[in-house]
């Protein structure tokens, strides 16, 4: 599979661990540029991927960078269940480079806000080797029906930071609280947060991240 193109950003001290952030809708990976510059964790390379551009039947069909097709920003409709898989082969494939790069599975990171949270999530859950962690911002669980019998028990014990603005009217603080119920009740532990904010990333979030990153990324072996 050929990879997807993305930014890479590594300090000069030597690499022992992976992110791979995952933008939003319409974004591209220059979106979380200034966050990664801003978290300045040593030892880790981030890679900041761009999404296919595709149509998008919310915004009317047209054409943008998208991770997967959406029909609606409200759970009830239809969800892009062969989208969500093919770009869950994608970032495998970028996992995998990291891995043959010297980084191994559980020193890797998967990270993403709102559509890009949403398959960081699909995917790290799904994963069969253990990773380090997830971070899932402003997003919700897609396709959260399927994760019962999908699910990787091998990252039954991941480590999950879920944050959301109060006032986020694109995915609603509802919404993100039930897909954290749904975790919670399959067994997951999360590390929770909701910042007074809209759909969007703010510096106590960012502060809250890197602590986050700092404590489970020193804890690796």
């Known amino acids: 599979m050929q990879l997807l193109d993305f930014i890479e950003i590594s300090p000069e001290d030597p690499i022992q661990h992976s992110v791979i952030w995952l933008h939003g809708l319409g974004a591209d990976g220059q979106d ?130 879920m944050a959301h603005g109060t006032l986020d009217n694109v995915i609603t603080l509802d919404r993100y609280q039930a897909s954290a119920g749904l975790l919670q009740a399959q067994g997951y532990t999360l590390d929770l947060h909701e910042y007074p904010m809209p759909h969007s990333v703010c510096m106590e979030e960012i502060n809250d991240i890197r602590n986050f990153l700092q404590a489970k990324l020193l804890q690796q072996p």
Not at 81 to 87: L, M, P, R, S, V
Not at 114 to 133: D, F, K, V
């Open 32 to 161: 979380f540029v200034p966050v990664v510059h801003e978290l300045a964790l040593p030892n880790t390379r981030f890679i900041l991927p761009h999404a296919p551009v595709r149509p998008v039947t919310v915004n009317n069909g047209y054409a943008m960078p998208a991770w997967y097709d959406i029909y609606g920003f409200d759970a009830s409709y239809q969800q892009d269940a062969e989208g969500i898989a093919a770009t869950q082969k994608q970032i495998e494939a970028l996992i995998a480079n990291e891995v043959q790069r010297g980084i191994p599975c559980q020193h890797i990171v998967l990270a993403g806000f709102s559509q890009g949270g949403a398959i960081a999530l699909h995917t790290a859950l799904r994963y069969p080797e253990p990773l380090a962690a997830v971070l899932a911002l402003s997003t919700y669980l897609p396709l959260s029906e399927l994760l019962g019998t999908e699910r990787s028990l091998a990252n039954q014990a991941l480590p999950i930071f």
